[in-house]
């Protein structure tokens, strides 16, 4: 379970008295923070209502933006779920794509491309039968969490039916490994 709350960090001030807005985001037993870009006078928070207080010049517009930050990280929490880290949730926040939705063919088909355009052939053209060896076999674009134990036991049993040596599905393996 994760819990959210908006507090004024009162631990550091800046040089001009104010002191940071931050969500403390609690997850496991562990804290962490996220600075809101917000800072005040501590005698402009309320701490009982977690707001800014009314005499604050700008608290309409300042206590909007923290209550919009406030939703976008609920909204994250919910979408990961199960799957809460919190790089993820900063990534999320930041509106970065998590990794899981990159499937690991696309990852892989970058890096080849990269590697062709920095001249280092030989290595891309060992990741990239790798690669199709191991998308054959699982007759789709796999995403990363996919990608597990059970699925290379597979892939190694299928490659020695096929009459593969050891020394070759090594090499294969190697590259997947590298690319995971």
Same mark, same amino acid.
């Given at each position: 379970m994760v819990n959210v709350k908006t507090k004024l960090d009162t631990r550091r001030p800046?040089?001009? =008295?104010t002191y *940071?807005?931050?969500y403390r985001i609690t997850h496991i *037993?562990?804290?962490?923070? +996220?600075?809101? =870009? +917000?800072? +005040?006078?501590?005698?402009?928070?309320d701490s009982q209502h977690f707001q800014i207080i009314k005499q604050q010049p700008n608290a309409k517009l300042l206590n909007l933006k923290l209550l919009k930050d406030y939703f976008k990280i609920e909204k994250a929490i919910l979408t990961l779920d199960d799957d809460f880290t919190i790089?993820?949730?900063?990534?999320f926040i930041k509106g970065e794509a998590p990794n899981t939705t990159k499937s690991f063919k696309k990852?892989?088909?970058?890096? +080849?491309?990269q590697m062709m355009d920095e001249g280092r052939t030989e290595n891309a053209l060992v990741?990239?039968?790798?690669?199709n060896r191991l998308t054959a076999f699982s007759n789709d674009d796999i995403a990363f969490n996919k990608i597990d134990y059970k699925l290379l036991t597979e892939f190694i049993h299928q490659l020695k039916l096929e009459g593969l040596r050891t020394n070759s599905i090594s090499n294969y393996l190697r590259s997947i490994s590298t690319l995971l």
């Open positions: 800046k040089a001009d =008295g *940071n807005i931050i *037993n562990r804290v962490y923070t +996220i600075n809101s =870009g +917000i800072s +005040i006078l501590e005698h402009y928070w790089e993820k949730l900063r990534s990852f892989a088909q970058e890096l +080849i491309d990741y990239q039968a790798a690669v």
